[in-house]
């Protein structure tokens, strides 16, 4: 049973910048593919970025150029750099696992999920 545990959420001003970390409790083939969800209040839970273990990327397109996804395998950690932070950007902020590379954007295809980080962005 792998476990997912998240880090580095905050208070932030807007145009700030803050990094998350996700901490697998093993590396196994279920961690391969790791995704960053949000879900803001009142809102369903959407993507934000997907990484490999390859070191293949995918970002949603509201996050493209101010979003970073990486991950250091012989940690077995994924980060994600935010930059340029907005307000619509507050929501509590989920990392996920699975085994493939494969429709990363759809939450229903992980497998683990971490406890969440709030992440709160003041205008």
């Known amino acids: 049973q792998v476990q997912l545990t998240e880090s580095g959420g905050g208070l932030v001003q807007a145009g700030g910048s803050l990094r998350l970390s996700c901490a697998a409790s093993e590396r196994s083939d279920s961690t391969n593919t790791i995704g960053w969800f949000r879900q803001a209040p009142g809102k369903e839970r959407e993507f934000v970025a997907a990484?490999?273990?390859?070191?293949?990327?995918w970002y949603a397109d509201s996050v493209k150029g101010r979003f970073t996804i990486s991950r250091d395998n012989a940690m077995n950690t994924a980060y994600l750099q935010m930059n340029s932070l907005k307000s619509e950007d507050t929501a509590i902020y989920y990392c996920?696992?699975?085994?493939?590379?494969?429709?990363?954007?759809?939450?229903?295809?992980?497998?683990?999920w971490g406890q969440g980080t709030q992440v709160t962005v003041s205008s």
């Open positions: 996920a696992a699975r085994p493939l590379w494969d429709r990363v954007a759809v939450a229903g295809g992980y497998d683990y």
């Open positions: 990484v490999s273990r390859r070191g293949n990327t």
